[in-house]
């Protein structure tokens, strides 16, 4: 039993790590290059101009910094951003 429990352990930690990535809805951003970014679990779009974009998650806001923005696509909780990224960075406040 003893043997059975130490196999056991690292795996389940493994999906309880991974579990509690994908159960928070806590904000996800995945960039590509410096040209597009993709913003999921986001609550709502506070500013949007062709050099700033900001927008509230569950734990702060995300503002992305650069130029040349177009939201190419937007959905209730996530968006697609297109333009040149030079700065994202997470805000308790602002």
Known sequence: ??????????????????????????????????????????TGLISYSTSQLIVRGKTGFIEVVGSSFVISMMFKDELFLEGTIDKIQFLQKL
């Not at 003893?2 to 995945?30: A, C, I």
């Open 1 to 42: 039993m003893g043997q059975r429990k130490r196999q056991l352990l690292p795996s389940l930690k493994q999906l309880f790590s991974l579990s509690l990535q994908f159960s928070f809805d806590l904000p996800r951003v995945t960039i590509i290059d410096n040209n597009s970014c993709h913003i999921e679990n986001h």
